[in-house]
Structures are given as C-alpha cells and as structure tokens.
C-alpha cells in the first residue's frame, strides 16, 4: 500500500510559477514510479507528467514542455512538479499517482494505470 499526499498548489498570476510536492510513504513507494496528472472543472483528469523509480527518466504531455519539471527526491519519497510560465490554462486541480503497473521507458500515462492517488491540490492561475 502506498500513500500520497500532496502540496503547495495556490493562486498565481500568469507567467508565475508554484511548486508542487508530492510525499510518498508505505512499504513500497521507494519503488514505484510516479505520475502528475490534472482535473479542470468539467474536464477528464489528464496526464501532466511521469518520472521513473530511479528519477532517471521523464514524460511530459505536449502542453507542459518546457514550462514544468518532474524530479524525485529518493531519500525523502518525495516528488515534485516545478511548474513556470503558468497559464490560466494550467487551472485545475492536480494529483500525483503510483502507477500498479510496470509501462516501461515511456511511463504510464493514463489514470487507469495508477492505483494510488493523493487527494488532490488547487493551482489556479489569474490572467
């Protein structure tokens, strides 16, 4: 069993930039790789992010490329989205995940494929 809580969403001006952090614990979540993904009102909850077991290897959606950053710290069981040039866009609620499954080099990248989910943290982003 592992467990997720999440951290430091808030309200940010556009271009701004929050981060993320997201605190792992249970027996195995040294092990697991781990997910960003976001909710928008209305909206399907949507990949963001994915970042190996080892912190070696990271996925992004399109939209988030070059603006946010997926990193893991080992020794804390903590993973964070630095997340820069926030848009309203960026408005949602996001979760941080362990995916049940192995998906290789690419990640998981689809909410079925995790099992374990935080309970969620609010960024907003004013224009």
């Known amino acids: 069993q592992v467990q997720l809580v999440e951290s430091g969403g808030g309200l940010v001006q556009a271009g701004g930039s929050l981060r993320l952090s997201c605190a792992a614990s249970?027996?195995?979540?040294?092990?697991?790789?781990m997910g960003w993904f976001r909710q928008a009102p209305g909206k399907e909850r949507e990949f963001v992010a994915t970042?190996?077991?080892?912190?070696?290897?990271?996925s992004y959606t399109d939209s988030v490329k070059e603006r946010f950053s997926i990193s893991r710290e080992r020794a804390t069981n903590t993973v964070y989205l630095q997340m820069n040039a926030l848009k309203p866009e960026d408005t949602a609620v996001y979760y941080c995940?362990?995916?049940?499954?192995?998906?290789?080099?690419?990640?998981?990248?689809?909410?079925?494929?995790?099992?374990?989910w935080g309970q969620g943290t609010q960024v907003t982003v004013s224009s």
């Open positions: 249970g027996r195995s979540a040294y092990f697991y790789a």
């Open positions: 970042i190996n077991w080892s912190g070696t290897s990271t």
């Open positions: 995940a362990a995916p049940s499954i192995n998906c290789g080099s690419s990640g998981c990248r689809t909410p079925a494929q995790y099992s374990y």
